[in-house]
C-alpha cells in the first residue's frame, strides 16, 4: 500500500469478520493492530485496543450480520473506544449491514431502523463508512458524514468472465428493483439482460417468480442479487428460467446470509453453481457442492488505501 506521509494507519479487525479482516490487511501489506473482544457470562461486550492509535487513520471492520444486534453494538464500542484512544479519524468498515433494509416508514408505527443505526454510528464518532452493496443504496443519506459504497459486481464478473460467451449468455434478475445493478453486469460481461417478474405478499422472505421479461431460451443464465437468505427468489427465478427453455443456470450474489435449509435447497435445486462473497462469515459448513465463496478482500484494501490517500473511489467502478 501506498503510505500518506501524514497520518499512520491502524486497522482494528471486529470479531464478526476475523478472515477477511486478516485478508484485507495481507492486501495492504499491513499488520492488523492489537485488540481483543470479551463476552461476558450476562452477554454484554467488552473490547480494548491494545496498542497506540492516538493520531492515527484508524478503520474498523466489522460485519453486521448474525448475530446482527450484538455485532452491531461491538461495532459502536470500537468506534467509541478509538475516539476515546485520539484517533485522527475513525472509519467504520462494514462488509454486510443487515439493518440496510430497514430503509422506510412503509406501515404504520414501525421504525426506521437503517436511520437509527447510521444516527448511532454518527453518535459513537465516525467519520466515515465504507460498505458494500447496499440492499438500499439510498440510506446513504441517512447519515451526514462520508459514505463510500463498494460494488462486488468487479470480483464475481472476474469469476464468470472465464466461463461466459456473449453470444449464449443472459444475465437475469429476480425483480426490477435490483435490474439497474444487473444493468451494470451486462454491461461490464456484454451481455443482455433479462427481469423476472416477483411478487412478495409478506415479511416472510418467501417469493414468487410469475414469468421472465426477456429470451432466455436455449441460453445459459446468470441470477445477479445483492443478498440470499433463505434461496426462494433464486430457486423460483431458475426455475422460471428452466421452464422458458434455459440451458445451464448459475447465481451470484454479493451477501450469503444462508440459513442452512437454504443451503441444502441450493445444493439440490436446478441451479449448477452459487457464488456468494466472504462479505458474510457466519455461514453453515460445509456450504455443499455447488456454493463457493470469492473474495472481497482486494476491493476492500484497495479502498482503504484510497481513504488513506485521498483518491477516488468512483474511480474503482467506471461504469
Known amino acids: 500500500m501506498k503510505r500518506n506521509q501524514g497520518k499512520e ?7 464478526a469478520s476475523p478472515e477477511l479482516g486478516k485478508n484485507i490487511c495481507k492486501h495492504l501489506d499491513i499488520k ?23 493520531g492515527k487513520d484508524t478503520y474498523v471492520i466489522q460485519g453486521v450480520h448474525y448475530p446482527v444486534d ?55 464518532g465516525a467519520d466515515r463508512v465504507v460498505t458494500m452493496d447496499l440492499h438500499s443504496p439510498q440510506i446513504q443519506g441517512f447519515f451526514r458524514k462520508p459514505v463510500d459504497h463498494l460494488f462486488a459486481r468487479s470480483a464475481i464478473n472476474t469469476y ?30 456484454g451481455l443482455p439482460v433479462v427481469i423476472g417478474n416477483k411478487i412478495r405478499k409478506d415479511h416472510s422472505e418467501n417469493a414468487q417468480i410469475w414469468n421472465i421479461v426477456g429470451d432466455v431460451a436455449g441460453k445459459n443464465v446468470l441470477i445477479v442479487d445483492d443478498i440470499i437468505f433463505t434461496g426462494g427468489s433464486l430457486i423460483a427465478m431458475a426455475q422460471a428460467a428452466k421452464n422458458q427453455g434455459a440451458k445451464d443456470i448459475y447465481a451470484a ?57 485521498n483518491e477516488s473511489i468512483s474511480a474503482l467502478f467506471p461504469v
Open 253 to 309: 450474489v454479493t451477501h450469503g446470509v444462508l440459513t442452512q435449509s437454504a443451503q441444502q435447497k441450493l445444493n439440490e435445486s436446478v441451479i449448477k453453481e452459487v457464488i456468494i462473497t466472504d462479505t458474510v462469515e457466519y455461514r453453515f459448513e460445509p456450504l455443499g457442492p455447488k456454493i463457493k465463496v470469492v473474495t472481497v478482500a482486494p476491493l476492500f484494501a484497495e479502498a482503504i488505501s484510497r481513504i488513506h490517500n
Open 160 to 189: 464468470f468472465s472465464r466461463l461466459i460467451k456473449p453470444d449464449e449468455w443472459v444475465v437475469a434478475s429476480a425483480d426490477v428493483g435490483y435490474g439497474k445493478n444487473a444493468f451494470k453486469f451486462g454491461q461490464e460481461l
Open 9 to 15: 494507519i491502524a486497522v482494528i479487525i471486529g470479531s
Open 32 to 54: 492488523p493492530t492489537g485488540s481483543e473482544v470479551i463476552t461476558f457470562s450476562e452477554g454484554n461486550t467488552f473490547v480494548r485496543i491494545l496498542e497506540n492509535v492516538r
Open 70 to 124: 450484538r455485532n452491531f453494538m461491538e461495532l459502536l464500542f470500537w468506534i467509541d473506544a478509538l475516539k476515546l484512544a485520539s484517533a485522527a479519524k475513525v472509519t467504520a468498515v462494514i462488509p454486510f449491514f443487515s439493518y440496510a433494509k430497514g430503509d422506510k416508514k412503509d406501515e404504520p408505527r414501525v421504525s426506521i431502523r437503517a436511520r437509527v443505526c447510521l444516527d448511532a454510528l454518527e453518535a459513537a
